[in-house]
């Protein structure tokens, strides 16, 4: 049973930085990617990051140069580290990973950017 569990969203000013975590079940190189996405209201799920096995990364042109993904292979996590948050980062951020063709998706975190 694959298991993401996403944590570290809150509330945060404009200009601010958060880090979010997603924790997986067994280790992060079991999977052949993983990622966040995000959904703010009445919008669709976007891609905001990813990280594959092989430590590329692919990032959102909206988040270019503000976040990056590391990942923690000890701790079997990979972060999503938000710098310079603006308030059109507000959404529901999600973990993702894909293993074999199936993908894993996690609870979700709210992450909120206002004054």
């Known amino acids: 049973q694959v298991r993401l569990v996403e944590s570290g969203g809150g509330l945060v000013q404009p200009g601010g930085s958060l880090r979010l975590s997603c924790a997986a079940s067994?280790?992060?190189?079991?999977?052949?990617?993983m990622g966040w996405y995000r959904q703010a209201p009445g919008k669709q799920r976007e891609l905001v990051a990813t990280i594959n096995n092989f430590g590329t990364t692919n990032y959102a042109d909206a988040v270019k140069g503000r976040f990056t993904i590391p990942r923690d292979s000890a701790k079997n996590t990979v972060s999503l580290q938000m710098n310079l948050l603006k308030p059109e980062d507000t959404a529901v951020y999600y973990c993702r990973a894909i293993r074999a063709g199936n993908v894993y998706w996690g609870q979700g975190t709210q992450v909120t950017v206002s004054s």
């Open positions: 067994g280790s992060i190189f079991n999977f052949n990617a």
